[in-house]
């Protein structure tokens, strides 16, 4: 047991019928059929390969998008295939979720066979609205179709979700209430990879914290910012932007539309408390860069400029990375510009790239930055990948994650 969770070496396996809750979750290309990263499908892999080679009956629950993702959402059959070709061995899906063709399969699973049910998203419970309006309890929601129809052909539940352990739906918290439950092994890494930055990292400790997610980061800071973790936050991305309109520094009418078309004004009020306590540990960009034609870049001393600001400039990623290679601790969360496009991804390519050459240790979250980082080949270069986005943010909030929470219930539950 670690941190009050039973782990994998709790429990015997062997002729056991296994829940093993995934986020497979991964960013979809409609136009070729086909995933744009796998990441969270090889994460899940360690796992899934122990329980089988240790006699578990397998079966797999994950999502794939949902109401906020609409575009990600389809069946989990693509994702059996990429599982069934990462552990070299058949992982049959089933077009399923909790109704005669799922309870069936799972009753006449043999030792060591895997099935995939289909995406759990199809179930209204499995929603994000459900899961917001009602705000069920973990005791309510063991109530649901989803866990009355599956877990009495269950003996053991297994959570290995990290990515989606923020969340409070059924299948991540109310297994837990009628199922001795452990978590997998990716869960294992990601919760210990946190922990350890959220109590002892390595100083000097810097984020680097970009990307179009000002919630996330505003979220963390506080906490980051209030029990020392970090030493520096250099800001990049919208996160910089809203710093400055903070410090009553005025980027220009474009780029303030934005912040106000997504509506992050009352972030900059949050900007301006933690710069009144904070400014000393808050790094702004000395410069920045914006698309006319082609790249063109501005010092932050002759802002406001009459385009959206799309990147960090040459002077603010050296001074960054000056910060890095100086640091023992990297954490990374979102890109320092808008990295889709060529003439805006410098400062992220950069910067990563720093990061992955320099011998400290370092971790980026996300599943667009995990994806990102593979794209440019520099995955080998980071410590750790944390395939939790939002969990990860939650997490170093200093909040007790769900899943976490029904975990360590289950263990003092099921103790016996």
């Not at 919208?238 to 520094?249: E, S």
Request: charged share 25%; hydrophobic share 45%.
């Amino acid at each position: 047991m670690k941190y009050g969770i039973n782990t994998l070496d709790d429990f015997d396996f062997g002729s056991k019928v296994v829940l093993c809750r995934l986020d497979l979750n991964s960013p979809f290309d409609r136009e070729k059929e086909c995933f744009k990263d796998i990441s969270r499908i090889k994460a899940a892999v360690p796992t899934v390969k122990e329980l089988s080679e240790k006699g578990a009956s397998l079966v797999l629950l994950t999502h794939q998008g949902g109401d906020l993702e609409y575009k990600n959402f389809i069946p989990t059959e693509l994702h059996a295939r990429e599982l069934s070709v990462l552990l070299g061995s058949e992982v049959n899906f089933i077009d399923d979720i909790c109704g005669p063709a799922a309870r069936e399969a799972m009753q006449t699973l043999k030792d060591g066979e895997i099935i995939l049910l289909d995406n759990v998203r199809y179930m209204a419970e499995e929603m994000t609205l459900f899961e917001t309006k009602l705000k069920l309890t973990a005791e309510e929601q063991a109530k649901t179709i989803v866990i009355r129809k599956l877990a009495p052909f269950a003996d053991i539940y297994v959570c290995d979700a990290f990515a989606a352990a923020h969340r409070d739906q059924p299948t991540l918290v109310a297994f837990e209430e009628v199922l001795p439950s452990a978590m997998g092994r990716l869960f294992e890494r990601e919760y210990e990879v946190l922990s350890k930055i959220m109590t002892s990292p390595d100083k000097p400790c810097v984020f680097l914290l970009g990307g179009a997610k000002v919630e996330d980061a505003f979220l963390m800071l506080p906490t980051v910012l209030r029990e020392d973790i970090a030493d520096k936050i250099l800001c990049a991305g919208l996160v910089a932007q809203i710093f400055m309109l903070a410090a009553d520094r005025d980027i220009g009418a474009p780029s303030r539309e934005i912040i106000s078309l997504k509506k992050l004004d009352p972030y900059v009020d949050t900007a301006r408390d933690i710069l009144d306590v904070h400014s000393d540990r808050i790094v702004m960009p000395q410069d920045y860069a914006y698309v006319d034609e082609i790249r063109k870049e501005i010092d932050a001393t002759s802002l406001p400029v009459d385009h959206v600001i799309g990147d960090i400039g040459i002077k603010t990623i050296n001074h960054y990375k000056e910060e890095i290679s100086g640091a023992k601790t990297v954490f990374v969360n979102g890109p320092s510009g808008i990295s889709e496009k060529a003439e805006t991804e410098l400062g992220t390519k950069e910067l990563w790239a720093h990061i992955a050459a320099v011998h400290n240790f370092s971790v980026i979250g996300g599943g667009d930055s995990i994806a990102a980082v593979n794209a440019y080949g520099l995955a080998s270069g980071f410590s750790y990948m944390c395939t939790g986005g939002g969990a990860l943010v939650r997490f170093l909030s200093g909040e007790e994650l769900p899943v976490v929470r029904a975990l360590k219930k289950s263990a003092a539950k099921f103790k016996s």
